[in-house]
């Protein structure tokens, strides 16, 4: 199995900068990809930026240009957040797909909150 932890939210004013962390636990050599999604209030949760094991990644819309998600080592997860808007505002949690049947697993999430 695979246990995610997320860390690095907070409170920011428009226009700044974040960097969220995941950090992957146990059997971190069985996870394919890896992603970021996000949930405001009273909204469905939306991916925001996914990675493959290959490096591959890819981003919303609505990030593209602000966001950079990483993966320099197998076991963290990084999410750049550059520019960052009100509507930003969610928590973000991190997700794994692991094992040969792609697994999902999820972190227990951090807020973001850009506000001024």
């Known amino acids: 199995q695979v246990q995610l932890v997320e860390s690095g939210g907070g409170l920011v004013q428009p226009g700044g900068s974040l960097k969220l962390s995941c950090a992957a636990s146990?059997?971190?050599?069985?996870?394919?990809?890896m992603s970021w999604y996000r949930q405001a209030p009273a909204k469905q949760r939306e991916l925001v930026a996914t990675?493959?094991?290959?490096?591959?990644t890819n981003y919303a819309d609505s990030v593209k240009g602000r966001f950079t998600i990483s993966r320099p080592i197998t076991s963290m997860l990084y999410l750049q957040m550059n520019s960052l808007k009100p509507e930003d505002t969610a928590v973000y949690y991190c997700?794994?797909?692991?094992?040969?049947?792609?697994?999902?697993?999820w972190g227990q999430g951090t807020q973001v909150t850009v506000s001024s």
């Open positions: 997700n794994a797909l692991y094992g040969i049947r792609s697994v999902p697993t």
């Open positions: 990675i493959t094991s290959g490096g591959i």
């Open positions: 146990g059997d971190t050599f069985s996870i394919s990809g």
